[in-house]
């Protein structure tokens, strides 16, 4: 195998040397991102995840909701066998419960978790899925130990994280000592993790693996030209330009 391009690090505990920028996969299935982006044609896509692994990426980041992203890392064979890293997720069982049942997680719905990770194997041609992250939990069911132990017990996982927007959310995963890798927004305009999360995760040997880095195209000069359509765009454009100024960034 040839010298790695980008250089490599260890996540965490998990004993996963990979490369320090990863492939987020959203955009191949979803309108993802600022603006009217939509997505490229399924070999465009193709052509994408090639172009990346042939310049170092080893770590592709996806999810069965992300359209057919999982079905085009699959296609590509980018896997364990050939040094790469695949992390899928399974969704949330349930956003809300009530006052008197907070997780609200009857049988059914770990049976729908646990049958999108066997599909999601079969999509990605992984027999056992390196990672799974349980995609946007709310505290109390990241504090619920059930589902991630089910992932590994029966071999759909040999890892098990979690992705979440939340600082508390973030916190509450590391200190219960149930995941192996975090995942969280983090970049220029949004630094909420760096103070505490990213010492309790290191000190934890959790890995960490951040998302938005970019902020969906806003911290590039692309972003200077999105059309915004609500208050919100207008905020984080006008944000934006400052850092590019603080920073000397032409647009």
């Known amino acids: 195998m040839s010298e790695p391009k980008l250089p490599q690090a260890t ?10 920028l990863g492939f987020g996969t959203a955009g191949l299935g979803l309108d993802y991102g600022l603006g009217d982006d939509s997505p490229p044609s399924y ?7 090639f172009t990346a692994w042939r310049e170092g990426v080893r770590f592709f980041d996806t999810a069965p909701t992300y359209g057919p992203a999982e079905a085009m890392l699959g296609k590509c064979r980018l896997g364990l ?32 978790a646990i ?15 390196p990672l799974v992250q349980i995609h946007s939990p709310v505290v109390e069911q990241i504090q619920d130990d059930r589902l991630a132990r089910i992932l590994k017990r029966d071999g759909l996982a040999r890892r098990v994280g ?25 970049n220029l305009l949004d630094q909420r993790m760096a103070k505490e999360v990213f010492p309790a ?6 890995g960490i693996i951040l998302r938005s880095a970019l902020l969906k195209g806003a911290l590039t000069g692309r972003g200077m030209t999105i059309n915004p359509k609500w208050d919100k765009q207008i905020e984080l454009i006008h944000a934006c330009q400052r850092a590019r100024d603080l920073l000397g960034e032409g647009s």
């Not at 070999?43 to 995840?49: E, T, V």
């Not at 969704?91 to 997780?103: A, E, K, V």
């Open 11 to 20: 996540l965490g505990k998990t004993g996963i040397i990979t490369s320090i």
């Open 81 to 112: 066998s050939d040094g790469g890293t695949l992390a899928t997720k399974v969704s949330p069982l349930m956003r809300i419960g009530t006052p008197d049942s907070p997780l609200a997680c009857p049988g059914s719905l770990f049976e729908t």
């Open 115 to 129: 049958l999108s990770a066997r599909i999601s194997q079969l999509n990605l041609g992984q027999p056992v899925l």
């Open 201 to 206: 995760a290191q000190a934890a040997g959790v």
């Open 43 to 49: 070999r465009d896509g193709l052509s994408l995840l």
């Open 162 to 186: 979690v992705s979440v927007y939340d600082f508390w959310e973030a916190l509450t995963a590391i200190q219960t000592g149930l995941y192996d890798t975090i995942q969280v927004p983090f």
